[in-house]
């Protein structure tokens, strides 16, 4: 009886269960992830922890929450877009508003506490002549004499004292006036001194106030160089007076000497200044700008056309061979790219490659496929050609099956000609079908890296300009290189501020696209 | 009786123009296809040159034989099958995480009604217009930052490749499952309700093996993609033994690319015919996929 009461009183919150299961879980992750933001933010990487934080607090209401049930079957790859998408687009932005790169990679604290850390020897300040005593432990000691022979006893990171023999294990003194024994210690001679290598890096004395070794004659009070003075926002050196001002985010003289290490710091619009009239950057971001178009359009063009005309070639159901014909052709599309791209960087290679040495042989003269800008620019649309015409071979034909036979019919009867039928049928219904097609390719290779960077790494160099540009780089490769390419001198802020640029240029082709297919219009009324 | 011999010939020209016009259009063909498949041909040839170099090539080799392919397997400093393995893992698990993520968002997208559904599926579509790619050196940084905390986590490692491959799962192709579950009737799911089955039962055994066509589609052009994939394993990577097959292939074709043309053609043509045989299988679905505007990675 009394067991089967227990029983049930403990079935009766087993529905709860599920729910006490969840309510656990969720407080182990909240635990877990709470440890890590912690750790993101004593490692200094404010942004990251706060964007961590966010999505916690995120998962928590969908998770506890009942109304976010539908949430829930699309938590994981939210919470994935979140972290690895969404927030990389705004550290993007932010980056672009900074002078993060080369020489600028820490924050303004820890760049003050470095530039705090160099010491210098005042000309007032005290100099001493010391001995070095030492534990069984290694840990050191100093004896120091003043000018006037008082002596004083300094270890690290202790206040320097200044006993009399007997107290604190300070044996007798010598004739010089240096005891003959510290309890704990043993005395080393000069010479031993004099080649330890250890005991100039050791800082005697409290923070602020430290003594160190400077020969093996004289050990010396050090004080800081630099002060920081908050209200001017500046290092001011000691010894000269200096004033070195916060210049975007490195410490500069009015002469323009500059204080390592420089700091992350806000530049404002300066980045997307320098993209626009900076006259150092003008010429290769005219070239690579407008290249950028040209490659991107004369694909499209040469890629749509050829892959039509293909199409249209082959568009007969009884054409003999039909599958065959078409499954070859799309090789080079079912290849990954990189392999291709990489393939015709060989076939091309000059003197060495096939087309190179059979143009060679047939015409006694093959064209500089690498090192001058047009044929490097032709190679580059030849092989986008070779790789993309399929894709456009593949949609037109589908597109072409989806044209109503009759139109055809009804344009023979009024006496159309086979070219008005092309451009006053076809194409109009064709681009109707492929046109959001045409607008995403035109996308991709505005951003087409990989062809970019495989074939020939943007070369052949344009000569003399600041940051190094390639005749064939487009804005994306140009940004890859900023980032890094060691040689250069990485600067995330001028290639975050670009990313930007080409970001506005993409998303408004998009949205375009988007308008072209009613995407909007469908989920509207999908509602 | 002229007309009828006139109409005859008629006829009779019409049927030798179509003919004509075949053979005409099968010389393109042969042109077409030359051009197609030359570069493959080369590769293969040259995989097959015991010479071995760019310079010494020719389109039949002499001697043919397989000595490329087993210097290659046996090179230290160019592990191919750990590169091999590394890209089949990471595309394998990508493609499959990456299907179940865009299913189950897809379907809550489809059947269920909620506040902020609309804002939520265009701004998939806004966050998708910023190319990943753009991000790379956010990404980079992030990736950085996280592996000094945890390092499983962090730059050199599968796992956190994997993860920002996932990043962009909840892209374009959640629209296309989207679409495609929105042509299932929903009375199935009706029924099964007033049954008493509850979503998730309704999901695994009635909507899931509905959606085997367009599971297909997405979940090879993905895998296809993300075996392709270079420019974030390039970055994320750090180490020979973890490279992914591309990554290795481009690092083999800076180093020494003519001397060793023909173990790196060897290399190429190993590494592309899975994906070729996938492709050529599949074409009419995957070309199915393209046309509706599906994402190849």
């Given at each position: 009886m009394n067991s089967t009461a227990s029983q049930n009183k403990a079935l009766a919150w087993m529905p709860a269960l599920p729910q006490i299961l969840k309510l656990a879980a969720v407080i182990i992750m909240d635990a877990f992830v709470g440890w890590f933001i912690i750790r993101l933010g004593a490692l200094g990487y404010y942004p990251l922890a706060a964007g961590f934080f966010i999505v916690t607090i995120f998962v928590n209401a969908i998770l506890l929450?009942?109304?976010?049930?539908?949430?829930?079957?699309?938590?994981?790859?939210?919470?994935?877009?979140?972290?690895?998408?969404?927030?990389?687009?705004?550290?993007t932005v932010w980056v672009s508003f900074t002078n993060f790169g080369e020489s600028h990679l820490i924050t303004k604290q820890q760049a003050i506490d470095q530039i705090l850390n160099e010491k210098y020897l005042p000309p007032a300040g005290k100099a001493y002549s010391w001995t070095a005593f030492i534990t069984t432990q290694g840990d050191y000691a100093l004896w120091l004499?003043?000018?006037?022979?008082?002596?004083?006893?300094?270890?690290?990171?202790?206040?320097?004292?200044?006993?009399?023999?007997?107290?604190?294990?300070?044996?007798?003194?010598?004739?010089?006036?240096?005891?003959?024994?510290?309890?704990?210690?043993?005395?080393?001679?000069?010479?031993?001194?004099?080649?330890?290598?250890?005991?100039?890096?050791?800082?005697?004395?409290?923070?602020?106030?430290?003594?160190?070794?400077?020969?093996?004659?004289?050990?010396?009070?050090?004080?800081?160089?630099y002060v920081y003075d908050a209200e001017q926002d500046a290092m001011i050196n000691q010894e000269t007076g200096d004033v070195y001002k916060n210049l975007r985010g490195t410490f500069t003289l009015s002469s323009g000497e500059e204080l390592r290490p420089g700091f992350i710091s806000s530049i404002k619009l300066n980045n997307f200044r320098d993209f626009f009239i900076s006259p150092a950057l003008r010429g290769p971001m005219v070239q690579l700008v407008s290249w950028n178009f040209t490659f991107a359009f004369l694909s499209l063009l040469l890629n749509f056309f050829f892959g039509l005309a293909t199409a249209i070639l082959f568009n007969d159901p009884t054409f003999p061979f039909k599958k065959i014909i078409r499954s070859l052709l799309i090789i080079p599309y079912t290849v990954p790219a990189l392999i291709t791209i990489l393939i015709w960087r060989g076939m091309l290679n000059p003197e060495l490659g096939v087309i190179s040495r059979t143009m060679e042989n047939l015409f006694g003269w093959s064209p500089p496929w690498f090192t001058d800008q047009l044929w490097a620019k032709t190679a580059i649309l030849l092989v986008n050609l070779w790789l993309s015409y399929p894709y456009f071979m593949l949609i037109s034909s589908g597109a072409l099956q989806s044209i109503p036979q009759d139109i055809y019919e009804a344009a023979l009867m009024d006496g159309a000609s086979p070219w008005q039928q092309f451009k006053r049928i076809t194409l109009p219904l064709l681009l109707v079908a492929v046109g959001p097609l045409l607008i995403a390719s035109f996308t991709f290779n505005f951003n087409n890296f990989n062809l970019i960077y495989l074939f020939n790494a943007g070369g052949p160099p344009i000569p003399g300009t600041p940051t190094p540009?390639?005749?064939?780089?487009?804005?994306?490769?140009?940004?890859?290189?900023?980032?890094?390419?060691?040689?250069?001198?990485?600067?995330?802020?001028?290639?975050?501020?670009?990313?930007?640029?080409?970001?506005?240029?993409?998303?408004?082709?998009?949205?375009?696209?988007?308008?072209?297919?009613r995407m909007w219009e469908e989920v509207s009324e999908n509602v | 009786m002229s007309s009828i011999s006139r109409f005859q010939k008629f006829r009779e020209s019409k049927s030798i123009q179509r003919k004509f016009s075949i053979g005409i259009r099968l010389i393109f063909a042969v042109f077409l296809i030359l051009f197609s498949i030359f570069p493959v041909l080369w590769v293969l040839s040259a995989s097959l040159n015991p010479t071995g170099t760019l310079a010494t090539q020719t389109l039949i080799p002499k001697n043919p034989g397989f000595g490329n392919y087993l210097t290659l397997l046996r090179m230290d400093q160019f592990p191919f099958w750990t590169w091999f393995l590394n890209s089949i893992k990471i595309a394998t698990i990508t493609s499959v995480l990456s299907l179940a993520i865009t299913t189950l968002a897809g379907y809550a997208f489809s059947r269920f009604r909620f506040r902020g559904r609309q804002t939520l599926l265009k701004s998939l579509l806004l966050i998708n217009v910023f190319p990943g790619l753009l991000a790379l050196v956010a990404t980079f940084l992030m990736i950085s930052q996280v592996g000094d905390v945890l390092p499983f986590i962090g730059l050199d490692n599968h796992f956190s490749l994997i993860l920002v491959y996932l990043g962009g799962a909840m892209g374009i192709n959640i629209w296309l499952m989207k679409g495609f579950l929105d042509t299932i009737p929903r009375d199935i799911d009706e029924s099964a309700m007033v049954d008493g089955a509850s979503d998730w039962q309704i999901f695994t055994k009635l909507i899931l093996p509905l959606l085997r066509p367009i599971l297909i589609v997405i979940g090879i052009l993905n895998y296809i993609g993300t075996y392709g994939e270079f420019v974030l394993a390039?970055?994320?990577?750090?180490?020979?033994?973890?490279?992914?097959?591309?990554?290795?292939?481009?690092?083999?074709?800076?180093?020494?690319?003519?001397?060793?043309?023909?173990?790196?053609?060897?290399?190429?043509?190993?590494?592309?015919?899975?994906?070729?045989?996938?492709?050529?299988?599949?074409?009419?679905?995957?070309?199915?996929?393209?046309?509706?505007?599906?994402?190849?990675?």
């Open positions: 929450r009942k109304e976010a049930y539908p949430i829930r079957w699309m938590v994981v790859g939210l919470v994935l877009m979140a972290l690895f998408t969404i927030y990389p687009i705004f550290f004499l003043d000018v006037d022979g008082n002596g004083y006893l300094a270890k690290p990171e202790e206040l320097v004292t200044q006993p009399t023999p007997g107290e604190a294990g300070i044996g007798e003194l010598d004739e010089k006036g240096v005891p003959k024994t510290i309890e704990g210690y043993k005395r080393l001679n000069p010479f031993q001194a004099a080649t330890d290598r250890t005991l100039t890096q050791i800082l005697f004395g409290e923070a602020g106030k430290t003594i160190q070794v400077r020969s093996p004659t004289e050990a010396a009070e050090l004080l800081p160089l540009a390639g005749y064939t780089d487009i804005l994306i490769s140009y940004v890859y290189n900023l980032a890094f390419s060691g040689s250069r001198g990485v600067n995330y802020g001028f290639a975050a501020a670009i990313t930007i640029i080409i970001f506005f240029i993409v998303g408004t082709m998009t949205l375009f696209q988007y308008r072209y297919t | 390039r970055v994320l990577l750090r180490s020979n033994e973890q490279y992914t097959l591309m990554v290795g292939l481009q690092i083999f074709a800076g180093a020494q690319f003519q001397q060793r043309w023909g173990i790196f053609a060897a290399g190429a043509l190993m590494g592309a015919v899975p994906i070729m045989i996938i492709y050529l299988a599949l074409q009419d679905q995957i070309v199915g996929g393209l046309t509706q505007g599906a994402v190849k990675g």
